[in-house]
């Protein structure tokens, strides 16, 4: 029972370098979410998308982009890395609104 | 956006005593749920409360949906070992696309 994959785990990323993150589901879920993490910011919506070929900006969008490939992936992508998108990312899916939400393991991310 | 705050922002109880935490709205939701995040890992729903007043509880955890659909309250009776933790709540409304907002989280240490 997968459940959320998310990869990497961990990773650590020079300011200025890109990359992607990638989420995949396998319970057939219509949405898709990337959360951030901080202390004492709780968890905070970056993009969202309600259904497959949607997408849409959350609270803090800014210096991220999202590519919904297909009804299980949902990627996060850093253009270019900035100290200040250090955090741990967490993606979720469920199936509709005023459903249960799941969660991965979450990716911590260090930007130097 | 909306801001949902929690408090406290973190306690530390003893094993064996009642655990009260709220979570307040700058605006009105039609539903609000209450996750726990255990280390390392991502928030599980604990409890969903989907009516003005309406009171769930599961297991020793009791939540209420405020009457101004402004608020919502977690009570954890008889708190052990295991309670510790992360605990958000998390806001929706029907009509924003599927969109979840979430707390900035109350952390729960227990001491034995």
């Known amino acids: 029972n997968a459940g959320v994959t998310q990869t990497p785990k961990f990773q650590v990323l020079k300011t200025g370098q890109s990359m992607t993150l990638q989420c995949a589901q396998d319970m057939n879920h219509n949405s898709m979410y990337w959360y951030r993490q901080d202390p004492g910011m709780g968890l905070r919506l970056i993009y969202y998308?309600?259904?497959?070929?949607?997408?849409d900006k959350g609270e803090v969008p800014n210096g991220y982009n999202v590519s919904r490939l297909n009804k299980r992936e949902f990627s996060l992508r850093l253009e270019s890395a900035a100290p200040s998108q250090t955090s741990v990312y967490f993606c979720?899916?469920?199936?509709?609104?005023?459903?249960?939400?799941?969660f991965g393991q979450g990716t911590r991310l260090t930007v130097v | 956006g909306q801001q949902l705050n929690q408090s406290p922002q973190s306690m530390f109880i003893q094993e064996g005593e009642d655990v009260s935490m709220n979570c307040t709205s700058s605006?009105?939701?039609?539903?609000w749920l209450w996750y726990k995040q255990d280390p390392g890992e991502g928030p599980v729903l604990l409890i969903a409360?989907?009516?003005?007043?309406e009171l769930t509880s599961n297991g020793r955890l009791t939540a209420q949906f405020g009457t101004t659909r402004k608020d919502s309250f977690l009570n954890i009776s008889a708190s052990i070992p295991s309670d510790v933790g992360i605990y958000f709540c998390a806001g929706e409304n029907t009509g924003t696309a599927s969109k979840l907002t979430f707390g900035t989280g109350t952390r729960l240490q227990v001491m034995l």
């Open positions: 979720a899916s469920r199936t509709a609104m005023n459903t249960e939400a799941f």
């Open positions: 409360l989907y009516k003005a007043g």
């Open positions: 998308s309600a259904s497959e070929g949607t997408t």
């Open positions: 605006s009105i939701f039609n539903t």
